[in-house]
Structures are given as structure tokens and as C-alpha cells.
């Protein structure tokens, strides 16, 4: 399984981008997705979920602002973040589970794309 985020770049405070992890795999999009993220100095942090059956959680940070789906024509998963603000700033990291649990922690995930540099600008 391969995974390739893509769409980080530089945004203003209030701006959005939208994140996307191609997914390449025998298999399709069969598993729990998830994003993560990690600013300088921080430990790598869970930003929101997509489980294979179907549930989505979001951090507090994010929620009411980020949306996390998923194409499975595509092997597709995204993230849309809007009201962007400078504390988002990171190397965002999509990543697939084997199992069909939500979890929050990156051990329980397998597979990680490269990460795609979000900054945010005041």
C-alpha cells in the first residue's frame, strides 16, 4: 500500500486549502483513513478519521472547521480545512489502518504518505 498526499501550501489566516491522499493498493480503499499532522518542535497529532465503516472523528481543534471524506472510485481521501488559522501550521500526513477500529494514536496505523507542508500566514 502507497500513499501520496499532495495539496499543502501557503494560505492566509482565514483562507482554505483542500489536502488529498491518493491511495495505490490491490485492495482499493479499504481501510480506515486518517489524517495527521506535526508542526516543528510538536509530536505528530491526530487531526481526523475516516474509518473503513464509515466513521468520522475529528480532533476539537479542527471540528466545525475541517471536513475529512473519502472517493473510493478514486482512492481518494481529502481534507477540506477552512477558516484556516496560523496553529495549523504543519507537515500533514494521511495514513491507513489494516483494521476497521477508529483510532487516534499514529502507532495503530500502518501505512503513511510522505506528508504536504500546510503553512498558514497572519
Known amino acids: 500500500v502507497q500513499l501520496q498526499a499532495s495539496g499543502g501550501g501557503l494560505v492566509q489566516t482565514g483562507g482554505s486549502l483542500r489536502l488529498s491522499c491518493l491511495v495505490s493498493?490491490?485492495?482499493?480503499?479499504?481501510?480506515?483513513m486518517a489524517w495527521f499532522r506535526q508542526a516543528p518542535g510538536r509530536e505528530r497529532e491526530f487531526v481526523a478519521i475516516?474509518?473503513?465503516?464509515?466513521?468520522?472523528s475529528y480532533a476539537n481543534s479542527v471540528k466545525g472547521r475541517f471536513t475529512i471524506s473519502r472517493d473510493n472510485a478514486k482512492n481518494t481521501l481529502y481534507l477540506q480545512m477552512n477558516n484556516m488559522k496560523s496553529e495549523d501550521t504543519a507537515v500533514y500526513y494521511c495514513?491507513?489502518?489494516?483494521?476497521?477500529?477508529?483510532?487516534?494514536?499514529?502507532?495503530?496505523?500502518?501505512?503513511w504518505g510522505q506528508g504536504t507542508l500546510v503553512t498558514v500566514s497572519s
Open positions: 475516516f474509518s473503513s465503516r464509515g466513521v468520522i
Open positions: 495514513a491507513a489502518a489494516r483494521n476497521d477500529g477508529v483510532y487516534y494514536r499514529p502507532g495503530s496505523y500502518a501505512f
Open positions: 493498493s490491490r485492495t482499493g480503499l479499504n481501510y480506515g
